[in-house]
């Protein structure tokens, strides 16, 4: 099992940076497809971008896609989200997730673990 716990949110300005960090415990980490998640209010939890186990392969939502960054530490079982360019539609709770998956998977069904998530609010 894997407990999940982020880190980092906040509000900013519009165009501005906020760097998410995401702790797992658990000695398996490695083992794990990693993913962020966002939910704004009235709307479904959706995909924003995912890590493959050796952090050689990953998947962006084409609404994020130039703008935000994921990395993985295995050494310290660490995901890092960095955003950039924030707009006032990035505002949401962001979750980091894991996977058993092969491949870095989109759906929220393909996660076994979840953290409570963090509040992002980007002002316009």
């Known amino acids: 099992q894997v407990q999940l716990v982020e880190s980092g949110g906040g509000l900013v300005q519009a165009g501005g940076s906020l760097r998410l960090s995401c702790a797992a415990s658990?000695?398996?980490?490695?083992?794990?497809?990693m993913g962020w998640f966002r939910q704004a209010p009235g709307k479904e939890r959706e995909f924003v971008v995912g890590i493959s186990r050796n952090g050689g392969a990953t998947v962006y939502a084409d609404s994020v896609k130039g703008r935000f960054t994921i990395s993985r530490d295995n050494a310290k079982n660490t995901v890092l989200l960095q955003m950039n360019s924030l707009k006032p539609e990035d505002t949401a709770v962001y979750y980091c997730a894991a996977s058993r998956t092969i491949l870095v998977a989109r759906s929220t069904e393909d996660y076994l673990y979840w953290g409570q998530g963090t509040q992002v609010t980007v002002s316009s």
């Open positions: 658990g000695r398996t980490f490695s083992t794990y497809v």
